[in-house]
């Protein structure tokens, strides 16, 4: 089996940034995205989350230099489909 690879983005351990995940090509017709929920490996910060009804967004802060993080979404859909997507968040200086 192959290894899962998420996108990865850079960030500074002082930096509060938003990261995106897009749902909208996954979501069949007239579906729409009820609940989202952030999951964040520990030593980063949900500062926030927000959606609408084909993306979800998390407000990510924290993190110590030289160290990889995962943020996953999942979400639940009007018809009642969940999933995850899951992201790499490196920290480093900038």
Request: hydrophobic share 35%; net charge negative; aromatic share 10%.
């Amino acid at each position: 089996m192959a290894a899962t690879s998420f996108p990865t983005y850079v960030k500074d351990p002082d930096a509060v940034l938003d990261y995106p995940f897009d749902w909208s090509e996954w979501l069949k017709p007239g579906e729409t995205i009820t609940t989202s929920t952030f999951i964040v490996s520990a030593g980063l910060a949900l500062d926030s989350s927000s959606n609408t009804l084909s993306s979800a967004t998390a407000w990510i802060s924290g993190g110590t230099a030289g160290t990889p993080y995962q943020v996953t979404n999942h979400i639940v859909t009007s018809a009642g489909r969940a999933d995850d997507r899951s992201i790499t968040i490196r920290v480093q200086n900038r």
